[in-house]
Structure formats: C-alpha cells, structure tokens
C-alpha cells in the first residue's frame, strides 16, 4: 500500500487569503472524502468526490471547494480565509462509496492569523 | 440526523487495567458504527466497524466493541491496556455504507499510567 499522502503539513495564511491543500490518494481508489478537525473536536465531514464529481457535501459554505484528478490526486480548496478555518484537514480516500473502508491521511494543519 | 456521543472527553486507566471508552449513537435507521484511534500527528486509523453482522466485533490492538441496540450504545473495550493504546479515540457513525458521511464524536483522549 502507498497510502494517502498529503501535503503540505503545516501552513500558515492571513485572513482573506485563499488556500490549496493537495492530497494523493491510495493507488486504485476513486473516491476521496475532505474532512475538517478543529482543535478539540471531531471531523467533520466537508465533501466527497467520486470519479471527479461531487458526491455529497457537509454543512460547509460554497467557498469551500473541490477537486479529484484521474491520477487519484486531489485538492480542497478554500477562498476568502476566516480564522475558523484553523483546524487539521484530513482527506480520506477508498474503493468505492463506502465508509468502511476509508484510509485517512496524516492531515494537513492550517493556521489561519 | 444522526449523531454519536462520547461520554468523558478524557479518561486515564493504569497500564493492565481494563479499558472502556463510551458511545452512544442516535439514528433513525439501523447505522454503521466505526471506532477509529488517532495518535499525535497522524490520521485516523479504523480500530473497528459494526455493519448489521455480529453485534461482538473484534478490532486490531486486542480492541473489541458491542453493539447494544437496546442502549443505543457501541462502547469499547480493551481488557488490558497498553502504554501504547495513549491516544485520542473517536466513535463515528453513518447512516450507510455507500455514500454517506461519517459523523464523528469529539472524542476520548485516553492516558495510560505506568
């Protein structure tokens, strides 16, 4: 297994700035799932992307948004920084819809001053 | 909706000492429910999942949980613990297994006395 791989690790933005998280998925899984983990609490479910399209989306403004390549990469990106946008982002890939299988990566920790 | 909580955001146990960790879940159909462990720095990584077959499932790491429909409970148990088993530990559920979300607790950070 390769595992899911995400970068950067660590990042820091000013607010109003725009970010890109990128993530690489376990070879052969087509879907990937963003999660949102600020400090303190559990992750919160962002979006889900199959075969490159959206496929279900959590409690999360437009400005959050999108991306999954055919090379199993993908990409969360997110406008307009508020300093909520603090927290670990977690992406999350596996074969398929289901949830049972998912394999998280490390996350990404975006520090929003 | 559903949702999962986990009672005590922070339990301490003696090294041997039996680990119980506590989830209680609120769903309007039958859910999926997950235990995933997160150590420092690191992703989730899945201790156990209940999906409709035998309510005693057995997990990695010596880790096991029950699913009680009547408590609306899915609590976890380990009989001895590990200094290793130091973690932060989530329950989850879904209310499927194709296509919908995770919902996850806040958490279980569980100390480990030598």
């Known amino acids: 297994e390769t595992g899911v791989t995400q970068s950067p690790t660590h990042l820091i933005k000013t607010r109003g700035q725009q970010v890109t998280l990128r993530c690489s998925s376990q070879s052969g899984h087509n879907t990937v799932s963003w999660y949102q983990q600020a400090l303190g609490q559990g992750p919160q479910f962002i979006f889900q992307?199959?075969?490159?399209?959206?496929?279900g989306r959590g409690n999360f403004p437009p400005r959050f948004s999108g991306l999954q390549f055919p090379n199993y990469s993908s990409e969360l990106n997110v406008n307009a920084l508020e300093l909520d946008d603090s927290a670990l982002y977690l992406c999350?890939?596996?074969?398929?819809?289901?949830?049972?299988?998912?394999?998280f990566g490390s996350g990404t920790q975006l520090s929003v001053l | 909706a559903q949702s999962v909580t986990q009672l005590g955001s922070h339990v301490s146990v003696s090294e041997g000492a039996l680990v119980l960790l506590r989830c209680n879940y609120s769903?309007?159909?039958?859910?999926?429910l997950f235990w995933y462990v997160q150590y420092p720095n690191q992703g989730l990584q899945l201790l156990l999942k209940y999906t409709s077959a035998a309510t005693l499932v057995k997990g990695i790491n010596g880790f096991e949980a029950e699913f009680k429909k009547s408590e609306t409970s899915f609590h976890l148990t380990k009989p001895s613990a590990h200094m290793s088993d130091a973690a932060e530990y989530f329950c989850?559920?879904?209310?499927?297994?194709?296509?919908?979300?995770?919902?996850f607790g806040t958490g279980t950070r569980l100390a480990v006395r030598p």
């Open positions: 992307y199959y075969r490159e399209e959206e496929n």
């Open positions: 769903s309007s159909v039958p859910p999926y």
């Open positions: 989850a559920v879904s209310l499927k297994s194709s296509g919908d979300k995770l919902t």
């Open positions: 999350a890939s596996s074969i398929g819809q289901g949830q049972e299988k998912l394999l």
